[in-house]
């Protein structure tokens, strides 16, 4: 996310520039690192016995989200491009992932150490942001906000939607899973408010010098993958998802699509989609309706499509569900909605596609293509963009039980069937 620095010292600047990837392969001879990572709905992990916020709510958040995004490309003019041609670790190294809605936010978390002896803390990864950031105490004894003499920064991380965190630069050890990495940057948040629910902070994974990625690459190559696990409003949740930074060899069913950039924001993950099909047949679209900014995104749940196209795959799908199932009202922002549930609804609804340059694909299956919001209702997990200017999203709902690679390196996005469910 975007992010200010209030005042950030030559001192911590200097530190920074030596997360960079050293170009020698031989430099990566470290083990696996991977991690279990979660949604938010799979409340039997987490200390607490709030109930989770409604499907509703937690659209309304991703609303939000996508309306920043859009604000962030729209406002932003830089002509900086990611740095590129860093190398692959030959080895990963994996962190469990899990749904978090019990955590009060729509998106994945995983569980870090942070200090020796570490102190644990469950935290959203987000490949939209930049900067890592967990809650601390406030203490009275900290230097003012600014930098000192003694090497002393503030921060201020941004979220566009009024959310925010406020803290002082740190560096201390980062423990992930049995790896213990020295001298990880982040912020030691004392003043934080928005959409963080419950988790005890954030990490970032975007294209930054000052993200999680960016310095385990020292160890691991500038490259990472996930599995999201599947989580539906009622409560359903899958398993065995995680994060892995390293290799991208652990899944040879790889299918790659260029990654692209975009000057407006460099550190966001841009593709292209190049077509979707409709039990086996491409929508009737001219390329040209394709040609919108696209982003994937871990944080957001409901696919953003380009205006022309979201209509025309809504009027496919309704044309065959509707035959059998009557529609229902609009359920937030999903305008597509049937009497029944999503087993149900699964059972007659088309193979659907989302096709990639370069050839990658997403078969999608029933769970990637609708959501049951309440009971007995179900709906398209699509959204259309009513501004033709606003960047296009492949949001998390269309990515669950895939695995999906980010190689930097090799500038390129992979997907493959999933080791997750």
Not at 183 to 194: A, I, L, T
Not at 319 to 334: G, N, P, R, W
Request: hydrophobic fraction near 35%; charge should be neutral; charged fraction near 15%.
């Amino acid at each position: 996310m975007k992010l200010f620095f209030s005042l950030l010292c030559a001192l911590l600047l200097a530190r920074t520039s030596s997360i960079r990837v050293n170009q020698e392969v031989d430099k990566f001879k470290h083990p696996a690192l991977h991690l279990p990572l979660y949604h938010t709905q799979d409340s039997h992990s987490l200390q607490s016995s709030d109930k989770p916020p409604s499907f509703s709510h937690t659209l309304a958040l991703d609303d939000n989200r996508v309306n920043f995004l859009n604000a962030r490309l729209s406002k932003r003019n830089s002509t900086s491009s990611p740095r590129s041609s860093q190398l692959i670790n030959e080895k990963s190294t994996n962190l469990p992932l899990n749904p978090g809605e019990s955590l009060g936010v729509a998106n994945y978390y995983t569980r870090i150490g942070l200090g020796t002896p570490p102190t644990y803390h469950l935290v959203v990864v987000d490949t939209g942001s930049s900067f890592s950031w967990t809650q601390c105490e406030p203490y009275a004894t900290l230097n003012s906000p600014m930098c000192t003499s003694s090497n002393t920064c503030q921060y201020t991380a941004s979220y566009g939607d009024q959310s925010f965190s406020v803290g002082y630069l740190s560096k201390d050890s980062l423990t992930l899973g049995s790896e213990s990495l020295p001298s990880f940057v982040f912020g030691c948040g004392q003043d934080n408010d928005g959409l963080f629910g419950k988790s005890a902070g954030l990490v970032g994974l975007a294209k930054n010098e000052l993200s999680m990625l960016s310095q385990l690459s020292v160890k691991y190559g500038k490259a990472f993958s996930y599995c999201l696990p599947t989580a539906t409003p009622l409560g359903k949740i899958g398993s065995g998802g995680f994060v892995s930074f390293g290799t991208t060899s652990s899944n040879p069913g790889y299918k790659f699509t260029p990654m692209l950039s975009d000057s407006r924001d460099p550190s966001l993950y841009f593709l292209k989609i190049s077509a979707i099909s409709v039990s086996g047949k491409a929508l009737s679209l001219p390329p040209s309706d394709y040609n919108v900014p696209t982003i994937i995104d871990s944080g957001t749940v409901i696919s953003r499509l380009a205006g022309p196209v979201y209509s025309s795959l809504r009027e496919e799908l309704v044309k065959i569900v509707s035959s059998k199932y009557q529609m229902a009202e609009t359920f937030s922002i999903l305008d597509a909605c049937f009497n029944g549930s999503s087993d149900e609804i699964s059972a007659v609804l088309p193979s659907v596609k989302l096709l990639f340059q370069g050839g990658a694909e997403l078969s999608l299956a029933p769970k990637n293509v609708i959501i049951e919001v309440e009971k007995g209702t179900t709906c398209l997990a699509f959204a259309g963009n009513s501004n033709l200017r606003d960047i296009a999203i492949i949001g998390n709902q269309q990515q669950q039980g895939f695995d999906v690679v980010y190689d930097i390196a090799g500038s390129r996005i992979g997907f493959a069937s999933g080791s997750c469910s």
